[in-house]
């Protein structure tokens, strides 16, 4: 059983360019979210879903794009990479409205 | 609105005391969950406990015990006889049943010395 899996695990990009960030889960969870952690500022949510053909943003959603058009997948999209945007990427997947998030293992982006 | 609350940036002690990680959360819901997760040096986030709205009752899982006290707002988490290997970054989180994504407080970093 994969749980969550994140690619690719490390990134560097150039400002302007723009990629796409692979979440996918195996356990068949209605809810998905992606989450970027910088230091000294915790998780901060950037867009979630819950369900496929459903996305919501988050606290941070400016610079990302995402879709959800099955129920195992959820990537991340940077429209126009921005140093800002220099971070640690986490997808989360979770069952119903009271479950804990299960994590991926990150994608650790930089941007020169 | 949704908060939660980790006042304690960075905890530094000497292995075998006993540690105690603050979280305090906002939410007008009634019905809302809260979890604590642990966040390693390896950087993978670790889930350790689940707590609903309807059960005060305080948790025991072998060193680590959690209180949750509404009255309060409060979902504290100690740690007792604490080891090297318990330094992490330890973060506090809430869902609430309106709300489909979990807020997560900015983290405590636990640091035990030799």
């Known amino acids: 059983n994969a749980g969550v899996t994140q690619t690719p695990k490390f990134q560097v990009l150039k400002t302007g360019q723009s990629m796409t960030l692979q979440c996918a889960q195996d356990m068949n969870h209605e809810y998905m979210s992606w989450y970027r952690q910088d230091p000294g500022m915790g998780l901060r949510l950037i867009h979630y879903s819950v369900g496929a053909g459903i996305t919501d943003q988050g606290e941070v959603p400016n610079g990302y794009n995402v879709s959800r058009s099955t129920t195992e997948d959820f990537p991340l999209r940077l429209l126009s990479a921005a140093p800002s945007q220099t971070s640690v990427y986490f997808c989360?997947?979770?069952?119903?409205?009271?479950?804990?998030?299960?994590f991926g293992s990150g994608t650790r982006l930089t941007v020169v | 609105a949704q908060k939660v609350t980790q006042a304690q940036t960075e905890i530094s002690v000497v292995e075998k005391e006993d540690v105690t990680l603050d979280c305090v959360y906002e939410t007008r819901d009634t019905t809302y969950y809260l979890f604590w997760y642990k966040q390693p040096p390896s950087g993978e986030l670790v889930f350790l406990i689940r707590r609903n709205s309807f059960d005060e009752q305080n948790e025991i899982s072998g060193r680590y015990s959690w209180n949750f006290q509404k009255s309060t707002s409060s979902f504290n988490f100690t740690i007792t006889a604490s080891q090297v290997v318990d330094s992490a970054v330890y973060f506090c989180a809430l869902r609430t049943s309106s709300a489909s994504k979990i807020i997560f407080g900015s983290g405590t970093r636990l640091s035990i010395r030799p």
């Open positions: 989360a997947s979770s069952y119903g409205t009271g479950g804990g998030y299960t």
